[in-house]
C-alpha cells in the first residue's frame, strides 16, 4: 500500500506516468527503489523530512552537475522544473537509471583522480547555498553522543583530546566545494567512464577530505602498517590526475593521515544514527587504538 501511495505521488509529480516500483535497500535515513515507465528504468531516493535542506540541496548539486556535463546521473525534473519534490511528509529525487560496473580504487587511482579533480574545479562555481562543515561536525559531534553511552570517561577524555589536536593540525587547511562522501562505493564505471554517485553530503569543507577519503585502503576495524602505505602510494597516483583539473598543495598531502583520522571521527555518530546500533564501549575503544597507532605511524 504504501509503495501504492509512493507510485501515485510520484505521478501527480513528475511528467513520466510511472507504472511500477520496487524497493533496493533502506539506510535509515533513506530508501532507494526501482521506478518503470514500460521498459524503462528510473532509480528514486526518498528522504524523511527532517532532513529536507541537504536532500533538497543535494537534488540540485547533482542538477548543476548535469548542467556542467559532470559524469553523475541525470536528475529527472519534476512538472514544474524543480530537482526534487515532497509529499506525505517525504522527499523525492528521480534519476535515470544508470547501470555500470563497481569501481576498485586500487586499480584506476589517476583516473580517479582527475574526476575529483574535476568536481572540485566545477563546484568552485556552485551558485547554490551550501552548509559549511566545521569542528563541530568532524569532531565534535562525536564526543557529544559517546558521551551519552556507556563508553568510559577515560575513553572519551583521550578522544577528546585527540580530536582537539586533530583539529589544530588541519583546521587551516583549503576549504570548498566537497563531496563529502568521496569512497569508491559511490563511483561507477560505464563504457569506461566513471561516474560518481550519491552528492547527500556535498557541503562547503575541505578539499583535501574528499582526496583522503578515496584514497584511505586503510583497513578501518583493525590498524595494517602495510596498508597505511599503500594508501599513500595510491594518493601520489590520485594527485597526477587530480592536478590536471584542480591544485592539491603539499600541504594537504602531508595532512593525509590526519585526514584519515578525521574520517574516523567524523563517520562513527553517522553509522549509529543511521543504523541505531547500540555502542559497543569495547568497540570504541578499539577505535581510540587504531587512531593512537595511525598517530604514531605518521609520526606526531
Partial sequence: MKNRQMLDSLNAEYPIRFDGIEPLRDEGGSASFILRCGKTRYFVKRGKSGYSDTFASSADVVHYLNKREFPTPRIILTKSEASSCSANDDMYIVFDYISGTDVDNTDCPEQIGELLGRLHSVGKEYPGKLLKRGREYFVERYIRFIEKTDVSERTISALSDYGAALWERVEK??????????HADNLLCRDGELILLDFDS????FHSFDVAIMCDATNYFLFDPDKAARSHELLLRFADGYVKHSELSQTEIDAFFDLIALRH???QP?????TGAPVNPGYIDSQLDWLIKLRKYSGW
Fill in 173 to 182: 587547511l583549503p576549504l570548498g566545494f566537497s563531496h563529502g562522501d568521496c
Fill in 270 to 274: 553517522i553509522v549509529y544514527e543511521n
Fill in 265 to 267: 571521527f567524523q563517520l
Fill in 202 to 205: 556535498a557541503a562547503i569543507a
